[in-house]
Structure formats: C-alpha cells, structure tokens
C-alpha cells in the first residue's frame, strides 16, 4: 500500500516527539512502556488515590477494554467511523484507529475496587491506593 | 536526570493533540477546534465533531446569516479537587464555524450530541437533491 508523503513525515514527527518525551520526563522512572503513545491520558492524585482521565470520544463503551494486574493499567480499543454507503467525503479530520497502551502505575492499587466510568467519550478510572502502600503512623511509645 | 529535586508536577512537552482556537473569546480559558469530518449523502449533509466531555446542555449551535456556529464548553468543576500530576492533553472549549450554502434546508437541522461526539445533519433542499430523469 502506497503512504502519502505527508503520513510518512508524520508518523516520523509522532516518533520523534515520542523520543523527545521519553527524555523529559521522569515520572515513569525507567519503564519502557507509557510514554507518548494513543491515547494520551491525564493522571491525577487525590487523597492518594490516582484518577485517570482519558478522552475517547466516539469509542463505543463495549469497545474499551480495561485491565489492572499489580501496578500496572492496560487500556485498550477501538474506535470506528461509518458513515454508510454512497456518501461523498469534504473534510476528514477524525480517525479510526485501534489503540493499545500499558501504564506503569507509581503504586499497587486496591483492584477490587477500581472503579471506571465512561461518559460524554471520557473515561475516568479511579484507582484506589492499596492499603499496604499508604504511610502508617506511628505513635510513640 | 541531573536534577537534585524532582519536580512532581510535570507538564509533557507534545505535539498539541488538537489546534487552539486562534480568535479572541469573551470566555475564560482556552478554546479549541474541534476535529470535524463533513460527508454528503443524496438527502443530507452530516458535520461530526469529537468533543469530548463537553455535556449535552454546554453545546450552542446557532444558525446566522448562513454561518453556522458550534460552540461547545466544558464543565470544569470535576477537576477542582483533582492534583495533576501527569498531563498528557489540555482541556478546552470547542468552537467552530461553517459557511452554509443554500442546498441546505437550513430550517431541519438536527444535532445528537453521543460519547463526546456531536453529528449534525443538514437536509438539503428538495432541488438539490439528485433526481433520475427518464427518458420520454
């Protein structure tokens, strides 16, 4: 299959800026994976617990699959775009694309009790920080 | 990393995952365009935009002088309690405007807002809709 120029400069920028990330970040210390792939995730902390927000929009909630095994979190997916037979295209900006990508987790979550919603083609997960993780207080004697 | 500190918010430096509006707005905070496909069928035009955790009551589509214009905000009170600590994305209203011409009945215009993303269908008008012509 032929690729028109301009996808194969972009997939060349895409791993470039990957590339580029992977060396100014350290949250995700030395893992290999997480960084810089589809879909990009925002991740936040609240009482210790981590929330997750992830724009997917149009992505079908049967069509979204999420693991959680130790400290790591697996999403996966796909999107579909159909819009039936005889139709002319204007403009396409949006993309299907099947998606894939494993983060590596700075804590071991409870994952019993993970908890994930998908709404308006967002998805926030909320995973709670396992009880072995959190600091204990010690009183003095 | 040469740094003795580490810095627990990070920002990722990134190719923008979507293009900020570059229009002046009266609202706060950033805007963006949305990624919009137009596709025509025989009966009607469709425009499909991803906007993403925008609420069905946020979104105001407005029909003037032939410009079509969709603008679409975000409800950022779920983020106050939130500490960021990895952001991969930004979070945005939507804005986008669309020159209408007259093959649309601009008077059924439907909109269905559905997992964050907003298809609008524009009938065309009876003329301009393809037509068999027999031969007599």
Known sequence: MMMPLSRTLETLLTLQDALEIAQNTDFFDNATTSRGVYPPVNIFEKNRDLVFVVELPGVKKEDLNIEVKGNTLRLSGERSIAYGKKTSYHRIERNAFKFDRTIRLPNKVESDRVKAEYKEGLLVIMLPCAESEKPKKIAIQ | ?136
């Open chain 2, 1 to 136: 990393m040469g740094n003795e500190t580490k810095e627990v918010v990070k920002t990722e430096k990134q190719k923008p995952e979507k293009t900020e509006y570059a229009g002046e707005r009266t609202v706060q905070g950033k805007y963006y365009i949305p990624a919009t496909d137009i596709v025509e069928t025989e009966k009607s035009l469709i425009v499909a935009m991803d906007v993403p955790g925008v609420k069905k009551e946020n979104v105001s589509i407005m029909l003037e002088n032939n410009v079509l214009e969709v603008d679409a905000k975000i409800d950022f009170s779920p983020y106050d309690n939130l500490n960021p600590v990895y952001t991969e994305y930004n979070v945005g209203h939507y804005t986008r405007k669309f020159t209408v011409s007259n093959i649309v009945d601009t008077e059924k215009i439907d909109a269905i807002l559905s997992d964050g993303v907003l298809t609008l269908t524009l009938p065309k008008v009876p003329e301009a809709q393809p037509r068999k012509i027999q031969i007599g």
